[in-house]
T-cell receptor, first 111, second 111 residues
Framework: KQEVTQIPAALSVPEGENLVLNCSFTDSAIYNLQWFRQDPGKGLTSLLL?????REQTSGRLNASLDKSSGRSTLYIAASQPGDSATYLCAVRLQGQNFVFGPGTRLSVLP | DAGVIQSPRHEVTEMGQEVTLRCKPI?????LFWYRQTMMRGLELLIYFNNNVPIDDSGMPEDRFSAKMPNASFSTLKIQPSEPRDSAVYFCASSLGQEQFFGPGTRLTVL
């Protein structure tokens, strides 16, 4: 059974710092991996989607990498801002359209 | 497009009552997903549809839960009878088979 974990569970950094969020999965047979952010009381907003054949994707200050063989993905956030404060979740797509989500990393960026 | 629309946004009901949650996916999307999010279990996939047909309902917790998609622009998730342990945030999401887009969720409280 696929399990997805995220480390750390919570992270607090001062504004301007670069940071890395980690996502690990136990079964490398995935079709893609998606990173989301969730603001308190809100739905999930898609950030980046990485296909299983890709190594990384970039969008603005965000960069996500994927190492399928080792079962790991990282989300790199450059020059963090208070507006980046949210919970970040990763999800892997299995066969069909079955998705397994990680528990999330709660990020606080302090002004 | 207005994105994925869910109603109601909040629902408070008493144990034993029937609850119906509604979802309108993004126009043109052919996949629709229902998720449940709790503090204890995180985000769990309940069921998903492709072209209005249920494909995988293995995540539906009990027979008390049922979901329908009578047409491409509408889906319901029904709980009958509801129990306090059903209290959670229920999300609907849609996609074209790759990136998922989430609605704002329905916060259900069963007293």
């Amino acid at each position: 059974k696929q399990e997805v974990t995220q480390i750390p569970a919570a992270l607090s950094v001062p504004e301007g710092e670069n940071l890395v969020l980690n996502c690990s999965f136990t079964d490398s047979a995935i079709y893609n991996l998606q990173w989301f952010r969730q603001d308190p009381g809100k739905g999930l907003t898609s950030l980046l989607l990485i296909q299983s054949s890709q190594r990384e994707q970039t969008s603005g200050r965000l960069n996500a990498s994927l190492d399928k063989s080792s079962g790991r993905s990282t989300l790199y956030i450059a020059a963090s801002q208070p507006g980046d404060s949210a919970t970040y979740l990763c999800a892997v797509r299995l066969q069909g359209q079955n998705f397994v989500f990680g528990p999330g990393t709660r990020l606080s960026v302090l002004p | 497009d207005a994105g994925v629309i869910q109603s109601p946004r909040h629902e408070v009901t008493e144990m034993g009552q029937e609850v119906t949650l509604r979802c309108k996916p993004i126009s043109g999307h052919d996949y629709l997903f229902w998720y449940r999010q709790t503090m204890m279990r995180g985000l769990e996939l309940l069921i998903y549809f492709n072209n209005n047909v249920p494909i995988d309902d293995s995540g539906m917790p009990e027979d008390r839960f049922s979901a329908k998609m009578p047409n491409a622009s509408f889906s319901t998730l029904k709980i009958q009878p509801s129990e306090p342990r059903d209290s959670a945030v229920y999300f609907c999401a849609s996609s074209l088979g790759q990136e998922q887009f989430f609605g704002p969720g329905t916060r259900l409280t069963v007293l």
